[in-house]
């Protein structure tokens, strides 16, 4: 799975030990020995792993940009779900069974790509000003019934800032959700079947600042487009909407990237990638290492990002089937909601002064070859 790095690393360990793939030493939590999260006492891994990937490939920021087909996208995923929306709450009013397994596998899959289409105008990669992008992320909003994506855009930059700091990330599983859920495969298993409820519950919980303007044009956007729906299509077309949400963030293939994404499935490592043929599907979301890594760089270029630095990302554990990720996570004792890694704002810090040093060690080594 993995290669040997190209090049002999320079006296950089003294700076920051994880140097140049930047795996902790830290081990994983289990579930079976400890009810809280693995603890690393250093900064984020993805700044300074950017950093070093630079120093070796500049070329990449040749990828920096927006993808403007991701609006296209956004438009056509939209346009199914409402089209779905009509079919089950206007004329197959009696298909229960039908909108159940449509639901899940077209709704569901379009719930996820609208996500993604979500997270990419948070990061302002659908469009050229961030007006656009909010406009971008207000378009993919239509088709979840949920009004998130304005939401989701602040939450999800802190998680990008503060990864793994305990009442700053977003994305870290509540106190409860580690002690009670742990490692038994039925409590797993229910746990990702309201994974969409857990999933807002974390932002809300953790709320630090009233919400933003464009927030609250979220909430009346997305109020007056489901209001629509449900004239328009009738409860159960609005319902159809709810479900294949419900399914897309719940226990589909495509949502196992939420556990792929930063479970801590190995020692010292907490970002994991996903390389696999749904990654066609679902626009590189798989990619993970690689966006954390280069937030500015788009869906569409995410994988030319590991063709050029093959030796960082190749040398990291990756999953390969999404299949695979939910069912070593429901059934192994040893994985559940503690399997993430925390960090203080003090360690985050403490990394983080390290910054300096490391560049002018990185600028030493490429003056000597």
Known sequence: MSKTLSRTPPPIDHID????????????????????????????????????????????????????????IALFAVFVQLCAAFVFGRVLVDWHWTMCVCAYVVGGSASQLLGNIIHEAAHGLTARTMFQNRIVGL?????????????????????????????????????WEAEFIGGNAIMKFLWLNIYPILYVARGIAIQKYPPQMWEYLNVVFTSVVDLSIYVAFGMRGFGYLCLSAWFGYGLHPAAARLIQEHYTFDD?????????????????????????????????????????????????????????????????TEIGPQSRVKRTTISQKRGRKLLGLLKEALNKELKKE
């Open 139 to 175: 378009i993919a909003n239509i088709g979840i019934p949920v009004p998130l994506a304005m939401s989701f855009r602040r939450y999800h930059l802190e998680h990008h800032v503060n990864l793994g700091i305990v009442g700053i990330d977003p994305d870290l599983p509540m106190k």
């Open 17 to 72: 030990y994880r140097y140049p793939l930047y795996i902790g030493e830290w081990t994983k939590s289990l579930p079976t020995v400890e009810s809280q999260f693995a603890t690393d006492n250093l900064d984020e891994p993805h700044l300074k792993r950017r950093l070093t990937i630079l120093k070796h490939y500049p070329e990449i920021e040749k990828l920096y940009g927006y993808d403007s087909c991701t609006v296209l």
């Open 268 to 332: 010292g490592q907490e970002t994991y990638s996903y390389y696999g043929i749904l990654n066609y599907f679902f626009m590189n979301s798989g990619y993970h290492n690689e966006h954390h890594d280069f937030t500015k760089i788009p869906w569409s270029r995410l994988p030319e990002v590991r063709k050029i630095a093959n030796e960082y990302y190749e040398n990291l554990a990756y999953h390969t089937s999404w299949f695979m990720v939910h069912w070593n996570f429901i059934t192994q």
